[in-house]
């Protein structure tokens, strides 16, 4: 089965490559169907790979695989596919399968002789997400990483015409390329350090070289702000709102649901191969680091989320916001942690993309975004409503979603405050979805009025279909309402929360026997109180819009995201030299 | 081996850092970019460096007769060169769009995406 693992790589490419290249004889009907059939195929192997990777499978491409006679040292390629990595590239697989169903006959014509090109992107991004999630070795770990970011780019600034969307990707793109290279620097500085880049052999060679010190944590600090960069922690998350508000909505789905998660999974994957032995960093250089950043991630995204009007981008606020959750619960550095992460990361991606595509609704039929302004205009759209309703729910954490099994199971995992944070991070985020539903869809409360500060507003955007959309296309409901039900399932059905366990701790703590995480009383009423006060807090708004309205103090933070690129980028190296501090005592007491 | 190469790839590294952040052009900018990314070609080489070595193209060096540099992280630099083409083409071309529909390419007069 292992010579299997390319092919989830190379299905992809080959697809986007046809595609780019037959793309201008064939007509768009073909093209999209080429790109569904595609990815839908990759998403297959993914999941019969997925059954069969206990113990994982490890595949050296090409047959360049370690030699004893050379000292056990190779420089091929390696692919790792055990539960969670594996289980990475299916959800990628899956969620690009529902973005394509979701796009079916929906952008605008493309220019004549072009209708592959948006399918064929999108099969290079899964193609790139998937090499990531099953990179053996860290430098092609960055080479797909640079992969998927490229196309991510591209798929940004989709809709060229549009002064938001290029302006959204050049930011997108010098901010996680200047990650990226801060990254390789520290790829640079391990394989100078073990002459290896294999995961599991540089952390054998660190171990091998002793205890850790300035170059282990430099190495240390460079990969993580890579990752996190990715991932959206403060203060390197500026550039997520502004790409996520503007991207085309299937490209949102990807980006929300799996790409950002990708950079959390890249740190637990990185911290737990490479310097989670005697020679790399203490876990409570780690453990200080992603807390930290986690709960800063978490509280901020939560704030700027509530005062969004630009619906779109107060669904990537949340994403941020939700990003520090995954922190907290790989930050305990429990294998209960990671379970719940992993819980939580599989139902945020079904939630997150479901609730972007019905914005993405609102934005073709309206041709806006601003809650404002659609105030009480979607009332005719019963449907998408309830989607909407439904998702904030259970972005809330209402059981029995597997949102709120993966929220419980870290709350547990994290304890003490960091429950407090748990709960009212997900009501507040679920609360400015579930105010969004009231006033948009329900037309309740008063008009708002116009805030003083200066803000992004929703209004004058371009639709993304030709012309306004008059009848719903099928595809548009059934895909959310079918993310949704998976949510829905991931949390429901039993068992299902046993076999995550068994796939992260066979990949994490090495098969070590713990719990099965399943609901506890306490998982249950912690989710009903966050989803109680998510919806007191959107009935509070709709009632009393002044209470709730921005305040005059909260505009400095607001101001923060200027969407000037230089002032990301000093926030990103003032980001790489806080992970620094924050894991530098660990290093001088260990 | 001196330290020498590493505080040259750190400061190039931090340079491109100061003038993505200070910049007034965007072009100016991705250039930058690119400077950041010298940085990790001279880290690359200055890790592969041997004292004395040759390049390690082996049609004219018996195997093993004199000592080369070390070949994994010129491949390394290769793939990091193209990598580094495709970002930069991308950005460029994002740029020029950016200029059209803005009329601007200073990015302090970039008035969307604020709050």
């Given at each position: 089965m292992n010579h299997l693992l390319p092919l989830l790589v190379a299905f992809p490419l080959l697809g986007a490559g046809l595609l780019a290249t037959a793309g201008r004889l064939l007509p768009r009907i073909a093209a999209e169907t080429v790109g569904v059939v595609v990815s839908a195929g990759t998403a297959a192997l993914a999941l019969v790979l997925l059954l069969d990777s206990s113990p994982p499978l490890v595949e050296w491409v090409g047959g360049w695989s370690p030699k004893a006679s050379?000292?056990?040292?190779?420089?091929?390629?390696?692919?790792?596919?055990?539960?969670?990595?594996?289980?990475?590239?299916?959800?990628?697989?899956?969620?690009?399968?529902?973005?394509?169903a979701y796009s079916w006959r929906y952008f605008d014509e493309a220019p004549e002789g072009r209708a592959g090109t948006f399918p064929a992107l999108v099969l290079l991004f899964q193609g790139g997400m998937c090499g990531f999630a099953i990179a053996g070795d860290l430098f092609n770990a960055f080479v797909f990483f640079e992969l998927m970011s490229v196309v991510a780019y591209a798929l940004t600034g989709h809709r060229v015409e549009e002064a938001r969307a290029v302006q959204g990707a050049l930011i997108f793109g010098v901010v996680n390329s200047l990650g990226a290279y801060a990254m390789l620097m520290g790829i640079g500085l391990l394989y100078a350090r073990t002459g290896e880049l294999s995961l599991t052999a540089i952390g054998r060679g660190l171990d091998a070289h002793g205890g850790p010190d300035a170059l282990t944590l430099a190495a240390f600090v460079l990969v993580l702000t890579g990752l996190l960069v990715k991932a959206a922690a403060v203060p390197f998350h500026f550039w997520l709102p502004d790409a996520h508000a503007v991207a085309p909505t299937p490209v949102c789905m990807l980006l929300s649901g799996v790409m950002v998660e990708l950079g959390v999974y890249g740190v637990w994957r990185v911290y737990g191969t490479v310097f989670s032995g005697p020679g790399g960093i203490p876990t409570a250089g780690l453990e200080r680091a992603l807390l930290v950043l986690g709960t800063l991630t978490a509280a901020g995204g939560a704030f700027l989320c509530w005062y969004q009007r630009h619906i779109k981008r107060m669904l990537a606020y949340s994403t941020v916001s939700h990003v520090g959750l995954f922190l907290v619960a790989i930050g305990t550095l429990t294998p209960e942690g990671d379970d719940g992460a992993a819980l939580y990361v599989l139902g945020h991606a079904g939630v997150k993309a479901a609730l972007f595509a019905v914005a993405g609704i609102l934005l073709d039929r309206y041709g806006s975004v601003d809650e404002k302004e659609l105030h009480g205009r979607a009332r005719e759209l019963r449907a998408p409503a309830v989607l909407f309703a439904v998702g904030g729910l259970a972005l809330a954490g209402l059981p029995p979603f597997g949102t709120a099994?993966?929220?419980?199971?870290?709350?547990?995992?994290?304890?003490?405050?960091?429950?407090?944070?748990?709960?009212?991070?997900?009501?507040?985020?679920?609360?400015?979805?579930?105010?969004?539903?009231?006033?948009?869809?329900?037309?309740?409360?008063?008009?708002?009025?116009?805030?003083?500060?200066?803000?992004?507003?929703?209004?004058?955007?371009?639709?993304?279909?030709?012309?306004?959309?008059?009848?719903?296309?099928?595809?548009?409901?059934?895909?959310?309402?079918?993310?949704?039900?998976?949510?829905?399932?991931?949390?429901?059905?039993?068992?299902?929360?046993?076999?995550?366990?068994?796939?992260?701790?066979?990949?994490?703590?090495?098969?070590?026997?713990?719990?099965?995480?399943?609901?506890?009383?306490?998982?249950?009423?912690?989710?009903?109180?966050?989803?109680?006060?998510?919806?007191?807090?959107?009935?509070l708004a709709v009632t009393r819009p002044h209470v709730t309205a921005p305040h005059a103090w909260t505009g400095p933070v607001r101001r923060l995201q200027s969407g000037h690129v230089g002032d990301y980028v000093a926030w990103l190296v003032a980001g790489a030299a806080l992970v620094g501090a924050l894991a530098w005592p660990a290093v001088l007491g260990g | 081996m001196t330290v020498f190469p590493y505080l040259v790839a750190a400061y190039v590294f931090l340079a491109g850092c100061y003038g993505l952040a200070t910049s007034r052009h965007l072009i100016h900018a991705v250039g930058c970019l690119s400077v950041c990314q010298a940085a990790t070609y001279v880290l690359l080489l200055a890790v592969g460096y041997r004292d004395g070595g040759t390049a390690p193209v082996f049609s004219d060096i018996e195997p093993g007769s004199r000592p080369v540099v070390d070949p994994v992280v010129q491949a390394l630099t290769l793939t990091d060169v193209v990598v580094g083409a495709t970002v930069t083409a991308l950005l460029l071309a994002l740029v020029i769009q950016v200029v059209k529909r803005h009329g601007t390419a200073d990015p302090d007069e970039l008035r969307e995406l604020r709050g």
């Amino acid at each position: 089965m292992n010579h299997l693992l390319p092919l989830l790589v190379a299905f992809p490419l080959l697809g986007a490559g046809l595609l780019a290249t037959a793309g201008r004889l064939l007509p768009r009907i073909a093209a999209e169907t080429v790109g569904v059939v595609v990815s839908a195929g990759t998403a297959a192997l993914a999941l019969v790979l997925l059954l069969d990777s206990s113990p994982p499978l490890v595949e050296w491409v090409g047959g360049w695989s370690p030699k004893a006679s050379k000292g056990g040292e190779s420089v091929g390629i390696v692919l790792v596919g055990d539960g969670v990595g594996l289980g990475m590239a299916a959800l990628v697989s899956v969620l690009t399968v529902a973005a394509l169903a979701y796009s079916w006959r929906y952008f605008d014509e493309a220019p004549e002789g072009r209708a592959g090109t948006f399918p064929a992107l999108v099969l290079l991004f899964q193609g790139g997400m998937c090499g990531f999630a099953i990179a053996g070795d860290l430098f092609n770990a960055f080479v797909f990483f640079e992969l998927m970011s490229v196309v991510a780019y591209a798929l940004t600034g989709h809709r060229v015409e549009e002064a938001r969307a290029v302006q959204g990707a050049l930011i997108f793109g010098v901010v996680n390329s200047l990650g990226a290279y801060a990254m390789l620097m520290g790829i640079g500085l391990l394989y100078a350090r073990t002459g290896e880049l294999s995961l599991t052999a540089i952390g054998r060679g660190l171990d091998a070289h002793g205890g850790p010190d300035a170059l282990t944590l430099a190495a240390f600090v460079l990969v993580l702000t890579g990752l996190l960069v990715k991932a959206a922690a403060v203060p390197f998350h500026f550039w997520l709102p502004d790409a996520h508000a503007v991207a085309p909505t299937p490209v949102c789905m990807l980006l929300s649901g799996v790409m950002v998660e990708l950079g959390v999974y890249g740190v637990w994957r990185v911290y737990g191969t490479v310097f989670s032995g005697p020679g790399g960093i203490p876990t409570a250089g780690l453990e200080r680091a992603l807390l930290v950043l986690g709960t800063l991630t978490a509280a901020g995204g939560a704030f700027l989320c509530w005062y969004q009007r630009h619906i779109k981008r107060m669904l990537a606020y949340s994403t941020v916001s939700h990003v520090g959750l995954f922190l907290v619960a790989i930050g305990t550095l429990t294998p209960e942690g990671d379970d719940g992460a992993a819980l939580y990361v599989l139902g945020h991606a079904g939630v997150k993309a479901a609730l972007f595509a019905v914005a993405g609704i609102l934005l073709d039929r309206y041709g806006s975004v601003d809650e404002k302004e659609l105030h009480g205009r979607a009332r005719e759209l019963r449907a998408p409503a309830v989607l909407f309703a439904v998702g904030g729910l259970a972005l809330a954490g209402l059981p029995p979603f597997g949102t709120a099994l993966g929220k419980a199971v870290s709350e547990e995992a994290a304890g003490g405050p960091f429950t407090v944070l748990y709960v009212l991070v997900s009501a507040v985020t679920a609360g400015a979805v579930l105010r969004v539903a009231a006033r948009v869809f329900l037309g309740l409360g008063p008009r708002p009025e116009e805030a003083a500060q200066a803000e992004t507003k929703g209004t004058g955007e371009e639709p993304e279909t030709h012309g306004r959309l008059g009848r719903l296309p099928d595809t548009m409901v059934v895909v959310p309402a079918v993310l949704l039900a998976a949510a829905l399932t991931a949390g429901a059905v039993p068992g299902f929360a046993g076999l995550v366990s068994d796939a992260v701790s066979e990949a994490g703590s090495g098969g070590a026997v713990v719990t099965t995480p399943r609901w506890t009383a306490a998982g249950v009423l912690l989710g009903l109180l966050s989803t109680a006060l998510a919806a007191g807090l959107a009935a509070l708004a709709v009632t009393r819009p002044h209470v709730t309205a921005p305040h005059a103090w909260t505009g400095p933070v607001r101001r923060l995201q200027s969407g000037h690129v230089g002032d990301y980028v000093a926030w990103l190296v003032a980001g790489a030299a806080l992970v620094g501090a924050l894991a530098w005592p660990a290093v001088l007491g260990g | 081996m001196t330290v020498f190469p590493y505080l040259v790839a750190a400061y190039v590294f931090l340079a491109g850092c100061y003038g993505l952040a200070t910049s007034r052009h965007l072009i100016h900018a991705v250039g930058c970019l690119s400077v950041c990314q010298a940085a990790t070609y001279v880290l690359l080489l200055a890790v592969g460096y041997r004292d004395g070595g040759t390049a390690p193209v082996f049609s004219d060096i018996e195997p093993g007769s004199r000592p080369v540099v070390d070949p994994v992280v010129q491949a390394l630099t290769l793939t990091d060169v193209v990598v580094g083409a495709t970002v930069t083409a991308l950005l460029l071309a994002l740029v020029i769009q950016v200029v059209k529909r803005h009329g601007t390419a200073d990015p302090d007069e970039l008035r969307e995406l604020r709050g």
